[in-house]
């Protein structure tokens, strides 16, 4: 079964250090999301990306934070100027029409 | 909007036992409905999906959940649980539409324990 891949599955990074996190969609996706998990929270929904574009964004997709799919096929998150609240697990998912998203395995972003 | 609520943080239960992980939700359009299954380091695993027609979908791993409009429910039940199930489960909403965002309720964790 086709699977969304996410790199690196662990980033240690100083506070005020910019990351990217990347993820490589299943190949006939159209839609592509990424979500955020901060430690014994629940899942939530950061942003949402289609045709080239922004969907839709949630209050925590402030300015720091920018998503693009630069070649075609992978799809990045882009923190910059990274503050200790960022530290959480980002979690790639990628869709098609009304099916069901399918997750990567995520990468767990610690900032010191 | 939408949002879904998951009425027990932790259920523990003996081996081979039934299960019922509750979950309700709120939306002021129609939506589809999941399960989710989350094991310790890992990412967000489908279990079972409420898109249409029969309002009791059977899932991975020998789990179901029934629909219930009227209630706003989707509890996902197993009728004998193992070990390896031991796990956090999210149940999450979407509305109709290729790009909508899931909705996750706070989690269950399910302790199965010998």
């Known amino acids: 079964e086709p699977e969304v891949t996410q790199t690196p599955s662990h980033q240690v990074t100083q506070m005020g250090q910019e990351v990217i996190l990347r993820c490589v969609p299943i190949?006939?996706?159209?839609?592509f999301y990424w979500y955020r998990q901060i430690l014994g929270q629940k899942v939530e929904f950061l942003v949402s990306?289609?045709?080239?574009?922004?969907?839709?964004k949630s209050e925590i997709f402030d300015d720091q934070f920018s998503v693009e799919r630069p070649d075609g096929s992978n799809f990045t998150l882009k923190i910059r100027s990274t503050k200790l609240e960022d530290s959480a697990m980002y979690f790639c998912a990628t869709g098609q029409d009304n099916q069901p998203q399918h997750f990567g395995d995520g990468t767990r972003l610690s900032i010191l | 909007a939408q949002s879904v609520t998951q009425l027990d943080s932790q259920v523990p239960v003996f081996e081979e036992a039934p299960v019922e992980l509750r979950c309700n939700y709120s939306s002021s359009v129609s939506v589809y409905l999941f399960w989710y299954v989350q094991y310790p380091n890992q990412g967000l695993q489908l279990l079972l999906k409420y898109l249409s027609g029969s309002t009791l979908v059977k899932g991975i791993n020998g789990f179901e959940a029934e629909f219930n409009k009227s209630q706003t429910s989707f509890h996902l039940r197993k009728p004998s649980v193992h070990i390896s199930d031991t796990a956090e489960y999210f149940c999450?909403?979407?509305?109709?539409?290729?790009?909508?965002?899931?909705?996750f309720g706070a989690g269950t964790r399910l302790a199965v324990h010998p």
């Open positions: 999450a909403v979407r509305g109709m539409g290729g790009y909508n965002k899931l909705i």
């Open positions: 990306f289609y045709n080239n574009e922004i969907s839709e």
């Open positions: 190949s006939n996706h159209l839609y």
